[in-house]
């Protein structure tokens, strides 16, 4: 399997990130590292791990944002699954493992996700066990996205608690881009109309929150890309969701975008690095 890192200004972190992926019990993978042309010192950070057979290195040039990087570090993957980790996250030593395992005893199923815990700079839990655990198991691919749409939010989880058959993420044209503030999610549901659902119910990685995630703006642009997401899928998928569906994802989808940015300004201090 293929576990690809996007990385762009994360020199806090990123040495942490990818001791997280080698020290995997799984051991069957390469780890394909793509530096987004950072200036911080990351990409002096990753030499590091140049000299490591299961490791590739290398940089892109600036411009397009992280779509562009999601898209050109996946690109290179070769493995039968792929996850993708974002170069601040962290997975937990026996993520890879138990997903691969659920693949394996599940053919039908094209993407495993897992509950996370969300962290703060300093790697303290911030919350334990984030995801629903509603949708624990198997289940079938379009099923789970009425849920996710009807939720208004990310039930499957950030990139690091994903899984997904390479395949199966090909088919779907790779990362949806077109909706940029939930790339991760959108991309999913094109995934999961290719097979099954299967929902580990144990936390396997912890997604970082950064202190330049949330505003004002950031929180009316966020909701309007879920509704804009929720809207297209039903659009490419007749009789996939319903208009309650749609009413209630949308309404659901402001609520809690407002509402994770109170949590953002009240943990404030605690997302930025200490330097």
Same mark, same amino acid.
Request: aromatic share 12%; charged share 15%.
């Given at each position: 399997m293929s576990v690809v890192m996007p990385t762009f200004q994360n020199v806090a972190f990123v040495e942490a990130t990818i001791e997280s992926v080698l020290g995997q019990t799984f051991t069957d993978f390469n780890l394909l590292i793509s530096d987004h042309s950072s200036t911080d010192g990351t990409w002096q950070v990753l030499q590091r791990f140049a000299t490591n057979p299961r490791v590739t290195l290398w940089q892109t040039e600036p411009g397009g944002g992280a779509p562009a990087n999601w898209a050109a570090v996946t690109s290179r993957a070769t493995g039968e699954f792929v996850k993708l980790v974002c170069g601040d996250d962290l997975l937990r030593p026996r993520c890879l493992q138990e997903q691969v395992q659920a693949m394996d005893a599940h053919p039908s199923v094209v993407l495993v996700c897992a509950r996370r815990e969300v962290i703060d700079a300093q790697g303290r839990v911030v919350f334990p066990g984030r995801g629903s655990a509603r949708i624990s198991g198997l289940h079938n691919g379009r099923w789970a996205l009425r849920q996710a749409v009807r939720a208004g939010t990310n039930i499957f989880g950030e990139p690091a608690a994903v899984l997904m058959r390479r395949r199966s993420l090909e088919a779907a044209g790779g990362w949806w881009a077109d909706?940029?503030?939930?790339?991760?999610?959108?991309?999913?549901?094109?995934?999961?109309?290719?097979?099954?659902?299967? /929902?580990?119910?144990?936390? !396997? #990685?912890?997604?970082?929150?950064?202190?330049?995630?949330?505003?004002?703006?950031?929180?009316?642009?966020?909701?309007?890309?879920?509704? /804009?997401?929720?809207?297209? !899928? #039903?659009a490419g998928e007749p009789g996939l969701l319903s208009p309650h569906d749609l009413a209630r994802g949308a309404f659901m989808a402001k609520g809690l975008s407002l509402a994770r940015r109170l949590v953002y300004l009240a943990l404030a201090r605690r997302l930025t690095p200490k330097g």
């Open positions: 909706f940029p503030y939930v790339i991760d999610e959108a991309t999913y549901a094109r995934v999961l109309l290719d097979g099954d659902l299967y /929902a580990v119910d144990a936390p !396997l #990685a912890a997604f970082r929150l950064s202190s330049g995630q949330w505003s004002v703006a950031l929180a009316a642009s966020q909701s309007a890309q879920v509704i /804009a997401f929720h809207e297209a !899928l #039903a």
